[in-house]
């Protein structure tokens, strides 16, 4: 989302991320009431590995906004090349 | 464990630092950490990012980097995409819908890379020629 809005919507980078977590919310909220219809939810887990990434958005958000927009950028492309690379490895 | 929770602290500071949901990390970690399937995972994941992104929206919009309107617009014109996926990686085998993710991943990558790059010349001045200064 986050390039789309970059790439088609002229939105600045911070404005980007910032509004993709907004959207993502409301994504997350439908995927996961249509996931748990198919029983794939497991809510032991996602406890253990959501409360943790609570903290990090928190200290995430707050170090994001000393970071220039080209920086998040190509970090952003890092990260997807990353998974790339992982999920054609794998 | 301690994977998981390393694993979710790390996506989370992604999601702040990029608005991503945090899943990219956390798929992978619930795959390798928890044994859980693709499609377990992906679900799994999806209950975890309420929380990281109700939290960072709420953060984002004190730094006034949250347009709420949009934002809820363009997730709600999602749901119909995000309802239509989760059928598909319900049906696809899984190694062709990992194989479509990562395409995905790679094109929008190298896009990001190029108009970064692009735009970065343009502002750049000492990237124009010296016939067009003054």
Redesign the interface.
């Known amino acids: 989302?986050?390039?789309v809005?970059?790439?088609l919507l002229g939105y600045g980078e911070?404005?980007?991320?910032?509004?993709?977590?907004?959207?993502?919310?409301?994504?997350?909220?439908?995927?996961?009431i249509?996931?748990?219809a198919?029983g794939?939810?497991?809510?032991a887990?996602?406890?253990?590995?959501?409360?943790?990434?609570?903290?990090?958005?928190?200290?995430?958000?707050?170090?994001?906004?000393r970071?220039r927009g080209?920086v998040?950028?190509?970090?952003?492309?890092?990260?997807?090349?990353?998974?790339?690379i992982?999920?054609?490895a794998? | 464990m301690i994977g998981l929770v390393l694993a979710g602290v790390l996506a989370g500071v992604l999601a702040g630092m990029l608005g991503v949901g945090g899943g990219a990390i956390m798929v992978p970690a619930l795959v390798i950490f928890a044994g859980a399937s693709q499609v377990g995972a992906e679900a799994t994941a999806l209950l975890a990012i309420i929380p990281v992104a109700l939290v960072g929206a709420w953060r984002q919009n004190r730094y006034g980097n949250l347009r709420l309107k949009e934002g809820l617009t363009l997730g709600s014109l999602s749901i119909f995409g995000a309802v239509v996926g989760v059928a598909l990686a319900n049906l696809i085998p899984q190694r062709g819908l990992e194989l479509s993710f990562a395409a995905l991943a790679a094109v929008l990558g190298l896009q990001m890379v190029v108009r970064t790059y692009r735009s970065g010349r343009k502002s750049d001045p000492e990237s124009a020629p010296p016939f067009d200064q003054g």
């Open positions: 989302m986050v390039p809005m970059i790439l911070h404005e980007a991320a910032g509004t993709s977590l907004g959207a993502i919310v409301v994504i997350a909220l439908a995927g996961t249509t996931q748990a198919y794939n939810v497991d809510f887990n996602a406890a253990l590995i959501g409360l943790p990434a609570v903290a990090g958005v928190l200290v995430g958000t707050r170090f994001q906004q970071v080209d998040i950028s190509y970090l952003f492309a890092c990260l997807l090349f990353a998974v790339t992982y999920l054609v794998k």
